[in-house]
């Protein structure tokens, strides 16, 4: 949106094709009132990693909890008050020193909203999601994330149901410190494995 | 000891990433295809899952917010 609105820069051919899909939509009655502003508004500022980070943060404190969020991850959470589209049928891997787990998506854009929001551009775009399945230690090498030649480096290809999201390691010296700021030090990219923390 | 944080103001979903979307239209489409999935296929994702495989399939340099009309646009056409 331009500040005063009075010269707006011509629709492209693309915010032309949306809109005609908007008008036609509203027509057939498929789009309720305030519908697109309030989807807009829970995805810029309601759903996002924070959401994954308090998940995490909880499994690091409650040895039960974590227990049960890598035997139903759905369902542990939703004990957080998170679900919703693409969530249905979450699995939560677990990062070991040995194991270090990455999640792509090879066809198409598939990435646990509820936990993590949408994916960040790079997650989407062509290289990403080649190369992550035909050279995972290159490829997360070059994305500042070297792992030591032994460990092993699993990758989940989110299918059309299932969606991944990875449990980090709990770093060194973090003994003392509460949930709240557990999840605080978790980041969006060591929950898609693409970062250790 | 720093103080406690709370949960609710630890930070936006932007934190350790980007904004969700770039655009307005981005963000429009995006809300379409949730209100099609949701008013037309009964929340069934997978018909659209689909739209967008083939799409990002057929044009894997485009822009993938365009991908998307593109795929919103094959399953419109397909509605009864």
Known sequence: MSAGGHHPAPASPVEQRVAALEALLTERGLVPEGFIE????????????????KVVARAWVDPQYKQRLLADGTAAIAELGFGGPEGDHMVIVENTPGVHNVIVCTLCSCYPWPVLGLPPAWYKDPPYRARMVREPRTLLAEMGCPLPEDAEIRVWDSSAEVRYLVLPERPPGTEGITEAELAGLVTRDSMIGTARL | ????????????????????????????????????????????REPFRQQLIAAIA???????????????????????
């Open chain 1, 38 to 53: 309030e989807i807009t508004r829970r995805y810029e500022s309601e759903i996002g990693p924070m959401n994954g980070a």
């Open chain 2, 58 to 80: 057929a044009q894997p340099g485009r822009p993938y917010w365009e991908s998307w009309t593109a795929a919103l646009e094959a399953l419109v056409q397909a509605l009864p």
């Open chain 2, 1 to 44: 000891m720093s103080t406690p944080l709370s949960l609710s103001d630890l930070d936006l979903p932007r934190r350790n990433g980007e904004l969700a979307f770039d655009a307005p239209w981005q963000s429009t489409v995006f809300a379409l295809a949730a209100a099609v999935i949701e008013h037309a296929f009964g929340g069934d």
